[in-house]
């Protein structure tokens, strides 16, 4: 089993900045993909980004350009640095992990708000 923490979220002004961070425990030797996925009210949760073992990366269009993830793995961390924020990047983040069986795991996800 894998467990996912989430930190880093809060409030920011349009134009700011944010780091989120994912911490994964347990299995991690398991995970292949960690990829970090926003729900706003009222919609479907979505991907933003994802970043395999090899640090291979994709983003959502509606990110590229302005936001990071990175990945850690001898601290089995991903990081995104989320810049240039716009209100409608508000959401709850949350991280999940995809192992090389498909097997994945959701964090409780953390809440970031970008006010105009």
């Known amino acids: 089993q894998v467990q996912l923490v989430e930190s880093g979220g809060g409030l920011v002004q349009a134009g700011g900045s944010l780091r989120l961070s994912c911490a994964a425990s347990g299995r991690t030797s398991s995970i292949n993909v960690i990829g970090w996925y926003r729900q706003a009210p009222g919609k479907q949760r979505e991907l933003v980004t994802s970043?395999?073992?090899?640090?291979?990366?994709n983003y959502a269009d509606s990110v590229k350009g302005r936001f990071t993830i990175s990945r850690d793995n001898a601290k089995n961390t991903v990081d995104l640095q989320m810049n240039s924020l716009k209100p409608e990047d508000t959401a709850v983040y949350y991280c999940?992990?995809?192992?090389?069986?498909?097997?994945?795991?959701w964090g409780q996800g953390t809440q970031v708000t970008v006010s105009s």
């Open positions: 999940k992990s995809t192992s090389y069986s498909g097997v994945y795991y």
């Open positions: 970043i395999n073992s090899r640090g291979s990366t």
